[in-house]
């Protein structure tokens, strides 16, 4: 967790470098080394786990939300958003209250 504090998280300069090829790239080699995208449903994710995550694999990761009522998602991040701790706005084809 001692990556995503201070400067380090979004700074692009040697420390994100350094931590990136000496311990990330190897995760994200174990994993296939193609992830781009993560996406989460079924339990919200904790800001810090959002990050971290988005930090270890260099991918984008999104939070959805939905009901069995809905047949699928109700509320999805969409991929531009770089908020944490939220699902994001209802889908197109979902109404709520």
Partial sequence: MAAIEGSWFGA???EKFLWDAIVFKKVRSILGGHIRIILCGGAPLSGDTQRFTNICMGAAVG???GLTE???AAGFSEMDDLSVGRVGPPVPCCYTK
């Fill in 70 to 72: 809905t047949c699928a």
């Fill in 12 to 14: 692009w300069g040697l």
């Fill in 63 to 65: 939070q959805g939300y």
